[in-house]
């Protein structure tokens, strides 16, 4: 069993379900209200423990009743807790979501995400050096990221940045990550929008842009590569890259190639989106080998 560590965010998704997205200053009924926990660390950690890895969550939450369930969450889903700690007098990360029109749009307030510092990471560099894999996002500060991107390099430890939300990157932090998985958008604002086939050519197994139904694009060395997803009935597109990233990371870090890696991502990513919730249809292990 490979172990994963995963540094980033732990939220509570509040998702409402309507038919359309309001236009300003309009009111509108929806159909449905729920709370699930999400965030992008915590869906990437559940969606690799269910896919067979053994799992270490490394965040933060607040002192309030969302913080509680986030972590009775992870334990529920096999994800090693003890280096996510509640934080005093400080309110627990939210993702409030709008499911329309068969997409969804995401505002995130990060509350005690915030603290998951440099300073909070150093204390845990043990479990990170005991890691086949990291993986890491951006709803934690960026001086995190660029911290973790260092310490990773310098133990020999392969680091997978999912650079989401979309905000640039050093490029100490782009030279030192071992694997970088924008969707368009990111890489966009990553290399810039005239340059994506440039930066796959110069970053060579190194940068994987999804692309949605499409699929996931890079470069082999030799040539560009797009390994098609798979078509499914979608009932709700969130998580499914953080699915991707997890199912991805799992493959890497029991050594399968590129191809297969990404193959082994996508089908595990479609099948996220058959089902409501970011957690809800993530799959097992079982549920991505048989549909392969």
């Not at 749009?105 to 510092?117: F, L, P, R, Y």
């Not at 949605?212 to 499914?232: A, F, T, W």
């Given at each position: 069993?490979?172990?994963?560590?995963?540094?980033?965010?732990?939220?509570?998704?509040?998702?409402?379900?309507?038919?359309?997205?309001?236009?300003?200053?309009?009111?509108?009924?929806?159909?449905?209200?729920?709370?699930?926990?999400?965030?992008?660390?915590?869906?990437?950690?559940?969606?690799?423990?269910?896919?067979?890895?053994?799992?270490?969550?490394?965040?933060?939450?607040?002192?309030?009743?969302?913080?509680?369930?986030?972590?009775?969450?992870?334990?529920?889903?096999?994800?090693?807790?003890?280096?996510?700690?509640?934080?005093?007098?400080?309110?627990?990360?939210?993702?409030?979501?709008?499911?329309?029109?068969?997409?969804?749009?995401?505002?995130?307030?990060?509350?005690?995400?915030?603290?998951?510092?440099?300073?909070?990471?150093?204390q845990k560099l043990e479990v990170?050096?005991?890691?086949?894999?990291?993986?890491?996002?951006?709803?934690?500060?960026?001086?995190?990221?660029?911290?973790?991107?260092?310490?990773?390099?310098?133990?020999?430890?392969?680091?997978?940045?999912?650079?989401?939300?979309?905000?640039?990157?050093?490029?100490?932090?782009?030279?030192?990550?071992?694997?970088?998985?924008?969707?368009?958008?990111?890489?966009?604002?990553?290399?810039?929008?005239?340059?994506?086939?440039?930066?796959?050519?110069?970053?060579?197994?190194?940068?994987?842009?999804?692309?949605?139904?499409?699929?996931?694009?890079?470069?082999?060395?030799?040539?560009?590569?797009?390994?098609?997803?798979?078509?499914?009935?979608?009932?709700?597109?969130?998580?499914?890259?953080?699915?991707?990233?997890?199912?991805?990371?799992?493959?890497?870090?029991?050594?399968?190639?590129?191809?297969?890696?990404?193959?082994?991502?996508?089908?595990?990513?479609?099948?996220?989106?058959?089902?409501?919730?970011?957690?809800?249809?993530?799959?097992?292990?079982?549920?991505?080998?048989?549909?392969?």
């Open positions: 069993m490979v172990k994963i560590t995963v540094i980033g965010s732990s939220s509570m998704d509040l998702v409402v379900i309507a038919q359309k997205r309001p236009n300003k200053g309009e009111t509108i009924l929806g159909e449905s209200f729920k709370t699930v926990p999400g965030g992008k660390g915590a869906n990437q950690a559940v969606a690799a423990s269910r896919l067979g890895a053994e799992v270490t969550m490394i965040g933060r939450v607040g002192d309030d009743d969302f913080g509680i369930e986030i972590i009775k969450n992870f334990s529920k889903n096999n994800v090693l807790t003890q280096c996510v700690e509640r934080v005093t007098d400080m309110e627990s990360g939210t993702a409030h979501i709008t499911l329309a029109e068969g997409d969804n749009s995401i505002i995130v307030v990060k509350g005690a995400n915030d603290m998951v510092t440099a300073e909070y990471i150093e990170i050096r005991e890691s086949d894999i990291v993986l890491i996002q951006q709803e934690i500060p960026e001086e995190t990221v660029e911290f973790v991107s260092e310490t990773c390099y310098g133990m020999g430890i392969p680091l997978l940045l999912n650079p989401a939300p979309a905000r640039p990157l050093s490029q100490k932090v782009i030279e030192r990550a071992t694997y970088i998985t924008p969707n368009e958008l990111e890489a966009a604002v990553l290399f810039g929008s005239d340059d994506i086939h440039a930066a796959l050519k110069q970053y060579p197994n190194k940068v994987f842009i999804t692309e949605g139904k499409n699929g996931v694009r890079y470069h082999d060395g030799e040539k560009e590569v797009l390994i098609p997803s798979y078509q499914v009935e979608v009932v709700d597109t969130t998580g499914a890259g953080d699915t991707f990233n997890a199912a991805f990371a799992v493959a890497l870090a029991e050594g399968k190639g590129f191809s297969d890696s990404v193959r082994f991502a996508n089908r595990a990513a479609s099948l996220s989106v058959t089902k409501f919730g970011a957690q809800g249809g993530m799959p097992t292990r079982a549920n991505v080998e048989e549909s392969l």
